[in-house]
């Protein structure tokens, strides 16, 4: 009997090979294994749809899913409270029975040369692990089938389809041997916007893939966590693998920051500004990138998303539906202070900004921000900062002095006062009803696209989604490092933090930690899609986000601007910020609340009914 491989569909590929460099594949048809392993146009499209199938977990073509954190909210109003632990549950093995069948189907093939065959065979090996790491990081152990290709026919025993899950070690071993496999396929060389595995590319997810394992079986301990393990070692890592782990880890980082080709891109100048937007282009910028060692590539014409259309500020929309996140002062806090002392650094510092009765006063808004780690402005809009080379103006209201006290004036988006003097800006900040306004005071940066017309819906942005940079190889490796050694002088780990910090044009640790091991994460990595998965492998989440309403933690926070209107006193013309909390806003009418229940995905009925010797996770 012939073996139907693929439906191949042609948008599809077309898109997702300009993208990489791929070919164009035939009109859409089913094909045989044959026809496909047959023809190399097709056995490279094919590869191009596998690619196209792991933008797994947050992402850029869904910025929605980034406000179940505490980094952004949306505009409308919301009553969520606890994590939900399914948001990015993966468990698709039909996309593991398709690699299994290129696997099967590449060996005997002459379409391509021996060389040829070996990469392709690396590549799909590495997005198979990365696949399996990516089910681990919401599951646990699941069923790994190796390359085994199960097909279904009437009739047959259908035991011999079911697989136990994996214990959770066992699955992370499992990606890390598949990863040192691939890396010895794979070519050491660079390839057009790193959107193909390479030799660095598997040994960033052997480096990401051990740490997560390390972390877990450090601090998911059953004296910790008692219930979030299984009896069969589903969930739960034993504490005598850590040690093993970490050293694997620190050994991959340190191989790719030693002999690969990615370097940290430093700023032209020792200057704030330069310093930001570096490491905006350092993220976001395509041409002589030196960091990203992989990503989700787009494309135009054919692959884009709307990212920049949906979150431009209204005041430079190009397209309807712009506005639609806006960022947490829990997150612009993180970024610490120029001056930092050695116990601020590594922690969230508020702003001095005084009271609603006796604020502190700013000539310009952004000056509040300019000393602060530049990796906020290269991160997100602050109040009178610039995209575009267009001043973004964010202005919540007019604060006015009557009666020698000061109070606060709001009006509708884009509204006047008697003397033609603004009141609340066409960005806002704004609490009221209205859609697509800002809410807290910030905007997103990163991944903003200034390409023109990458906002609007005909064009679209080619902005990447990032996976892997040079950045977090530093930082897997400072991690290891701290954690095999639990000195808080560690030379090693302070080397490889510090090249991060230096970077971004602020100063050294003199000591290192698990608590400025967190906040350097947070800060660098904002936006990036690492948020949860770093909270769940350290159990972090639960104890920030407690649910209470009046932890900072938990609350979801604003920071507004208002333009001081008191003629002839000396502040007539300045700027104040006075902090909002979304809940009292009745706008996120909820704290954040993550309990050990959220932190592995359910494992689901159908499922189960399908193959019965799936067991469930914890607390479900």
């Known amino acids: 009997m012939k073996k139907y491989l693929y439906?191949?569909?042609?948008?599809?590929?077309?898109?997702?090979?300009?993208?990489?460099?791929?070919?164009?594949?035939?009109?859409d048809t089913l094909l045989t294994q044959d026809q496909t392993f047959g023809d190399p146009t097709l056995v490279k499209s094919v590869?191009?749809?596998?690619?196209?199938?792991?933008?797994?977990?947050?992402?850029?073509?869904?910025?929605?899913?980034?406000?179940?954190?505490d980094e952004v909210i949306h505009f409308d109003t919301n009553s969520d409270e606890n994590?939900?632990?399914?948001?990015?549950?993966?468990?698709?093995?039909?996309?593991?029975?398709?690699?299994?069948?290129?696997l099967e189907g590449i060996k005997p093939s002459d379409a391509v040369d021996e060389a040829t065959k070996t990469a392709y065979i690396g590549e799909v090996r590495y997005i198979r692990a990365w696949l399996y790491f990516c089910m681990g990081r919401t599951l646990g152990g699941v069923p790994i089938i190796n390359d085994e290709i199960f097909n279904y026919t009437p009739g047959m025993d259908i035991t011999t389809l079911q697989v136990p899950r994996s214990t959770e070690a066992d699955l992370y071993d499992y990606v890390i041997s598949e990863c040192q496999e691939a890396a010895k396929m794979l070519t050491k060389d660079t390839n057009k916007n790193s959107a193909r595995a390479n030799y660095w590319v598997a040994k960033m997810l052997e480096a990401r893939a051990a740490l997560t394992a390390a972390s877990l079986a450090t601090y998911n301990t059953a004296e910790a966590h008692p219930q979030l393990r299984t009896n069969g070692g589903e969930v739960g890592?034993?504490?005598?693998?850590?040690?093993?782990?970490?050293?694997?880890?620190?050994?991959?980082?340190?191989?790719?920051?030693?002999?690969?080709?990615?370097?940290?891109?430093?700023?032209?100048?020792?200057?704030?500004?330069a310093y930001a937007d570096n490491f905006y282009k350092a993220v976001c910028q395509k041409d002589g990138n030196t960091e990203v060692i992989w990503c989700r590539d787009y494309v135009s014409p054919g692959q884009t998303h709307q990212f920049t259309k949906g979150n431009l500020p209204k005041s430079i929309e190009q397209d309807t539906g712009s506005d639609r996140l806006s960022v947490l002062l829990n997150l612009v806090e993180a970024f610490e202070p120029l001056d930092a002392t050695e116990e601020q650094k590594g922690t969230s510092v508020p702003f001095e900004i005084g009271t609603p009765e006796n604020p502190e006063f700013f000539t310009e808004p952004t000056?509040?921000?300019?000393?602060?780690?530049?990796?906020?402005?290269?991160?997100?809009?602050?109040?009178?900062?610039?995209?575009?080379?267009?001043?973004?103006?964010?202005?919540?209201?007019?604060?006015?002095?009557?009666?020698?006290?000061?109070?606060?004036?709001?009006g509708a988006r884009n509204s006047y006062d008697e003397e033609g003097k603004l009141i609340t800006a066409n960005n806002g900040p704004f609490g009221g009803n209205d859609r697509e306004i800002n809410r807290t005071g910030f905007y997103v940066r990163k991944y903003l696209d200034a390409t023109p017309s990458a906002g609007t819906i005909g064009r679209g942005s080619e902005m990447w989604n990032v996976y892997f940079r040079i950045a977090e190889a530093y930082m897997i490796a400072a991690e290891a490092s701290w954690e095999l050694s639990r000195n808080n002088t560690d030379t090693e780990a302070l080397k490889y933090i510090n090249a991060v910090r230096s970077r971004a044009g602020i100063l050294p640790l003199n000591t290192i930690d698990h608590k400025k091991i967190m906040?350097?994460?947070?800060?660098?990595?904002?936006?990036?899609?690492?948020?949860?998965w770093d909270l769940k492998r350290w159990m972090e989440a639960s104890k920030i986000?407690?649910?209470?309403?009046?932890?900072?933690?938990?609350?979801?926070?604003?920071?507004?601007?208002?333009?001081?209107?008191?003629?002839?006193?000396?502040?007539?013309?300045?700027?104040?910020?006075?902090?909002?909390?979304?809940?009292?806003?009745?706008?996120?009418?909820?704290?954040?609340?993550?309990?050990?229940?959220?932190?592995?995905s359910e494992i689901d009925n159908g499922w189960i009914n399908n193959n019965p010797k799936l067991v469930k996770n914890p607390y479900q």
Not at 549 to 572: C, E, I
Request: aromatic share 12%.
């Open 519 to 532: 906040h350097e994460y947070r800060v660098e990595f904002a936006f990036e899609g690492n948020r949860w």
């Open 237 to 273: 890592i034993p504490p005598s693998k850590a040690q093993e782990y970490y050293k694997t880890a620190l050994a991959a980082a340190k191989d790719v920051i030693e002999n690969g080709p990615y370097k940290l891109m430093l700023a032209s100048e020792q200057t704030h500004k």
């Open 83 to 102: 994590i939900d632990r399914n948001k990015w549950r993966t468990y698709d093995y039909t996309l593991v029975h398709d690699l299994n069948q290129f």
């Open 545 to 600: 986000w407690t649910g209470e309403p009046t932890a900072r933690t938990s609350q979801r926070l604003g920071l507004w601007p208002f333009k001081v209107v008191a003629s002839g006193d000396p502040n007539d013309g300045k700027w104040v910020f006075i902090e909002k909390d979304m809940q009292k806003l009745d706008l996120w009418r909820r704290p954040l609340k993550c309990t050990d229940a959220q932190y592995y």
């Open 47 to 69: 590869l191009a749809n596998f690619y196209g199938r792991v933008t797994i977990g947050q992402r850029i073509d869904d910025w929605d899913q980034w406000t179940m954190l």
């Open 7 to 27: 439906t191949i569909m042609t948008a599809t590929m077309l898109s997702l090979g300009s993208c990489s460099g791929f070919l164009d594949t035939k009109p």
């Open 367 to 410: 000056e509040l921000f300019m000393e602060r780690d530049p990796r906020l402005m290269g991160s997100i809009i602050v109040p009178g900062a610039t995209f575009d080379s267009k001043v973004i103006e964010l202005q919540a209201g007019q604060l006015r002095k009557e009666n020698g006290s000061w109070s606060e004036v709001t």
